[in-house]
Structure formats: structure tokens, C-alpha cells
């Protein structure tokens, strides 16, 4: 287990939070060091590469190599079956009854979090504020790395409460490491001064960040190819995650029929023709009838069930 000093300044954000004292953001910054200075060997991301010199290693076997420790990835993912489950399930009735969900996270995590947010609206026609990404440097840290964004113990919260996140909402705390700095004090101070229900996904076994949740994921992947390099496997473990969390959300909130995206948007031709195919198999119109019927009425969904109120 990782212990931290009594004087840590992560344990002073937590004894604040716990008060619900709504200004201890405006408290001194958590140093990263303080948080981050743990014994590397204690957190799998940090662990030694199964490789060496890879500079003298062929195109062939580099790939080679990373392919290998990808295949990795899908079983350490199905290990944490159950807890992305409990997650799933402890969010669901908080969107049933209109709350949203926030995924918050700095670096390759956090534009993880912001790719899944934004292809919520188009695969099943929710609005947009719906599921939100928050990444730490704000959008402009999409493109480009904010140095030290994810040491700002503070913004996390900041960031959230522009979104006024509230006691109806989820916060899904992304960090491969589970310490970075700018998630932790995030998820701390929404859990205990917003009362929102948190989770997280990290690839570290003794991640700070387990404690600090109310439902914690962890997918321990192991040493990456490049040692510490957290974009490869344990990007790919919660990009996977993150599908599921997502896919079964809108799923079990009925956005899907059968295994069709029934209230996906029609944002270009090619999906306008996947929309008039599954109002085609669902009505036993052709193809072009199918397909006027979407247009008029704007959703499979509604074009259906106009079809069926048409015929009775």
C-alpha cells in the first residue's frame, strides 16, 4: 500500500473535503512531487519494459513487440468486469432521472475521455452536455501539451464547477497512473463538497486515486513497451473501458434497439443510409421509402414508429 505523510499536502486536501469547506481549493497547491515522488516501483506504470534497446531492434520486431503486450491489454480489461459493472450500475438511475457525466483527466487520459464525450451526441442522439470530457490546460491541451496542467491541484474542481456540476451528476476520474494531481483534487472535492458520485479508471494496482472514489476501475496492464509511456496499453485499457461505460450507459437508457442506434444523428450521407437500412428491416420498406420516411421525421426511431401508427 502507499502511505503518504500525515504533513502531505494530498492527505490536507482530503481532511478539507471531508468538511465540505467549499473554499479549501483556494488553498496552497499540492506540489507534484509531494504526490508523485512514490516509490516507482510500486506503481505498474512505471515498471521496467520486457524489452531492451529498442533502437536495435527491426521495424518487424518492434511491432512485433508492441503487438504482443497489446494482446495483453483485453484480458486485464475483462479482469475489471466487475467493478466497470458496479460503476455502470451506480450511474445509471443518477442519468435515468437527468443527471449528466463528467469524465475528467489530464494528458492522453483526459483526450481519451473527451473522444468518447463527443461521439456520445452522433451514435445516440443524446445532447451534448449529456457527457462531458474536462481535460487539465483546457481544449487547447487537446492539440497541444499544457506543461504542468496536471500538477494544479485546484483547476480540477474549477473546471467543473463552470459546468455546475451537482449532487445529480457522475465524475469518472481518468489517470493511468491514479496520481496525477489535477484528477485527484478533482474528484476529492466533488465527492465531498458537491456530493457527486465518483469512479475512476487507473492502471495502477496501489493508485491514490482508488481511495479517493466511491467506485474505482483498475486495469492492470503492466510495464508498457516504452517504460512509464501510458499512451500505449494503458491508453488502450481505458479507451476500452471507457467504451463500455459509455455503450452500456446509452444502452440500458434505451437509445438502442436490437443492436441498432436507433437515435444516432444523421450528420452525413453515410449515415443517413445506415438509418434508411434499419428503417427498411424494421418497416419492410425499400430502400428509397425507407429513406424519405427518416428524412421527414428525423430519427429512426420516429420514422418507425410512424410507420407503425400509419398502418394500425
Do not use: W
Not at 36 to 58: F, I, P, W
Not at 68 to 96: F, H, K, S
Amino acid at each position: 500500500m502507499l502511505i503518504f505523510s500525515s504533513k502531505n499536502k494530498f492527505a490536507r486536501i482530503q481532511r478539507c473535503a471531508t468538511k465540505k469547506n467549499p473554499d479549501y481549493m483556494e488553498a496552497e497547491e499540492m506540489e507534484a512531487g509531494e504526490l508523485n515522488g512514490t516509490e516507482d516501483k510500486l506503481l505498474t506504470t512505471e515498471q521496467d519494459s520486457h524489452y531492451a534497446q529498442l533502437e536495435q531492434l527491426s521495424t518487424a520486431a518492434l511491432l512485433t513487440a508492441m503487438n504482443a503486450e497489446d494482446r495483453t491489454v483485453p484480458d486485464a480489461v475483462a479482469a475489471a468486469i466487475p467493478q466497470i459493472t458496479t460503476l455502470v450500475e451506480a450511474i445509471l438511475p443518477r442519468m435515468q432521472a437527468g443527471g449528466r457525466l463528467f469524465y475528467i483527466g489530464s494528458g492522453t487520459s483526459g483526450r481519451l475521455g473527451i473522444v468518447d464525450a463527443s461521439e456520445c451526441p452522433p451514435t445516440f442522439g443524446v445532447p451534448s452536455g449529456m457527457v462531458m470530457g474536462i481535460i487539465a490546460g483546457g481544449d487547447g491541451a487537446i492539440r497541444q501539451a499544457v506543461e504542468f496542467a496536471e500538477d494544479n491541484t485546484a483547476q480540477g474542481f474549477q473546471d467543473l464547477k463552470a459546468h455546475n456540476i451537482n449532487a445529480n451528476d457522475s465524475l469518472i476520474g481518468l489517470s493511468a497512473s491514479g496520481s496525477a494531481p489535477y484528477v485527484l483534487g478533482a474528484v476529492i472535492a466533488a465527492r465531498a463538497v458537491a456530493g457527486v458520485l465518483t469512479g475512476c479508471i487507473t492502471c495502477n494496482a496501489n493508485a491514490p486515486l482508488i481511495n479517493a472514489v466511491d467506485y474505482p476501475v483498475v486495469a492492470v496492464v503492466g510495464p508498457e513497451v516504452l517504460t512509464g509511456s501510458t499512451r500505449l496499453k494503458a491508453g488502450t485499457a481505458q479507451k476500452l473501458i471507457l467504451n463500455m461505460i459509455s455503450t452500456a450507459l446509452m444502452v440500458r437508457l434505451g437509445h438502442v434497439q436490437g443492436n441498432r442506434m436507433i437515435d444516432m444523428q444523421l450528420a452525413n450521407h453515410k449515415l443517413i443510409a445506415r438509418g434508411a437500412r434499419y428503417v427498411a428491416e424494421a418497416t419492410g420498406l425499400d430502400f428509397e421509402n425507407a429513406k424519405a420516411l427518416l428524412l421527414q421525421h428525423g430519427s429512426v426511431r420516429a420514422a418507425v414508429a410512424a410507420n407503425r401508427d400509419s398502418i394500425k
